[in-house]
């Protein structure tokens, strides 16, 4: 069995007035993230993480800002997409494990339904999916609501 691991990283601007789309799901807050797509960090990350597990470039590759057809697109479908381009290399996800770097919201209470939203996309167990959360104690732009930062770690494997 071959086993290989990614790592993805994202990061985006808080603006008010916006969505603020979360691992799949919106979250009430009054700023949301900005970006070509609904902006969504966590799933990005994963993106990248799974990508580059299967040494299948970045997310920025596949789904260029500069494309018109991914202007707002909802961040799940991209996760779908490379979820399917590692299943053609016959890769299978392992598992994710993930840190959110933000200010607020607290998400504790998004946790559940964020690792259900994400498993149902990609097709894996809710266990196989950790979300955790932390602070910059108010450093940074992170410390001051102006982002938001996502970091993941993925396992895929193949019979060789």
Known sequence: MKIRVGFGFDVHQLKE???FWLGGIKIPHTHGSYGHSDADV???AICDALLGAANLRDIGFHFSDKDPKYKGIDSKILLKNVVAMLKEKNYEIGNIDTTLCLQEPKIGAYVSEMQKTLAEVMNIS?????????TTEKMGYVGRKEGVTAYAVALISRES
Do not use: M, N, Y
Request: proline share 7%; hydrophobic share 40%; net charge negative.
């Open 126 to 134: 809710e266990e196989d999916i950790s979300i955790k959360a932390t």
């Open 42 to 44: 966590l799933i990005h």
């Open 17 to 19: 007035g916006i969505p």
